[in-house]
């Protein structure tokens, strides 16, 4: 044991990884090094593959860390999760300092456990522990994981050596967002079992717009106070409930999920400039949008920005902030017209620098919702359509 874990919470250090399913992982590996240049750090060895029926990749940007699996065999577990849902994430790891003491406080609060204790060994030789629990959010897993500094997940094998650094400066994950069809019975599950904490909850509906063809959202934002990880959570709101882009994420998922993963940068402006020559699509935001944004900066108290706001306007990069502080965000169109694949499935990715907020951005929320609604209708609101994995018995 390297350190009691705080009365009360999990002794979580921070995010470990996620993983991604992919369903062909070539497409996944180039559209991740030649659009986001993140670097590839280990990839499953020939034997652990056959094992599992599936490949799988570690990529690694800063302390920002995610695997990407594809199915081998249709049985395999990448197999089933693509018969089920799209392209997207399957799991999420949270990196504990000691990995039986949040195994059993997890039990002792009423988790599920899916596995018992894993113990095995890095490529370093390091110790590395891991255990999954079972979630509201059906499919979705949470590994707690027990690690040594630098290690990669049992049965892999160093690909890139040499650090973890991208052109970008993806830094950390900052949060991960989900939706739900319903957010009680996840956030209670959130607080109860995970003993997450309420962060901060938006509500509101384009129908002050809109009229009757408005639609809306109720997000409550959770978090982990020793660590800082924070989790949003979407859902619905009525009138016009079936309306809502959140509504059509979680039917176009088949089910409740992961929406977006933020990474957070030391210098957007740059990032996003390079991401939009590498290829990387985001949503667009309207020019009234930037019209209107010195004003709001005023009223909120922010001031003067530190950024040009004609660059800003050219990214469509959005702004938003309190009391002389801000940040600053934009999100990829969803997955399947980010990699022009119909079955990359509804999945996003943010990118967010911090100049001292530490909030979500109210105005932005809105923002982020009306521009994927503005999105889905452009393209008639289509699903993804299935993957070639889909059905396989």
Excluded at 62 to 83: E, I, N, T, Y
Excluded at 302 to 322: C, N, P, S
Excluded at 328 to 346: A, T, Y
Excluded at 364 to 384: D, H, K, Q, V, Y
Aim: contains cysteine; aromatic residues 10%; negative net charge.
């Amino acid at each position: 044991m390297t350190g009691a874990p705080r009365q009360g919470n999990l002794g979580l250090i921070g995010w470990d990884h996620y993983e991604y399913v992919f369903a062909d992982l070539e497409s996944g590996r180039a559209f991740l090094r030649q659009q986001m240049d993140i670097p590839e750090a280990g990839r499953l060895s020939s034997r652990a593959a056959a094992e599992r029926g599936e490949d799988a990749l570690f990529f690694q940007a800063g302390r920002a860390a995610f695997a990407c699996a594809v199915p081998k065999d249709p049985g395999s577990p990448a197999g089933k999760w693509l018969r089920r849902h799209p392209e997207g994430v399957r799991r999420l790891a949270f990196r504990v300092r000691d990995l039986e003491y949040a195994r059993r406080t997890l039990v002792e609060r009423g988790a599920t456990l899916r596995t018992g204790v894993v113990q095995g060994v890095d490529q370093l030789g390091q110790p590395y522990g891991y255990f999954d629990i079972a979630t509201p959010m059906g499919d979705v897993t949470y590994r707690f994981v027990q690690r040594g500094p630098g290690g990669l997940p049992p049965g892999m094998e160093p690909t890139e050596p040499g650090g973890a650094q991208n052109r970008y400066d993806f830094q950390v994950i900052d949060h991960v967002t989900s939706n739900f069809l319903t957010l009680e019975p996840f956030v209670t599950w959130l607080r109860d079992v995970m003993g997450f904490t309420e962060y901060w909850r938006v509500s509101f509906h384009t129908s002050d717009v809109k009229g009757d063809s408005g639609t809306g959202l109720f997000s409550i934002v959770m978090w982990d106070r020793e660590s800082g990880i924070k989790m949003a959570n979407n859902e619905p709101l009525s009138p016009n409930y079936e309306g809502s882009q959140i509504y059509a994420f979680v039917e176009e998922n088949k089910g409740p999920g992961v929406q977006h993963v933020a990474f957070h940068v030391p210098r957007i402006l740059p990032c996003v400039e390079g991401l939009r020559r590498s290829g990387m699509e985001f949503l667009d935001t309207p020019g009234a949008y930037y019209d209107m944004l010195p004003g709001r900066m005023a009223s909120r108290g922010v001031g003067a920005l530190r950024e040009d706001e004609k660059t800003l306007r050219d990214l469509g990069i959005l702004v938003d902030g309190a009391e002389g502080k801000y940040l600053l965000q934009i999100f990829s169109v969803e997955g399947h017209m980010l990699r022009h694949r119909p079955d990359g499935g509804p999945f996003f990715y943010e990118i967010i620098q911090r100049r001292g907020a530490r909030g979500f951005g109210e105005g932005n929320f809105r923002a982020l919702f009306e521009s994927i609604e503005r999105e889905r209708e452009t393209r008639g609101g289509e699903p993804s359509a299935p993957n070639p994995w889909a059905g396989t018995r």
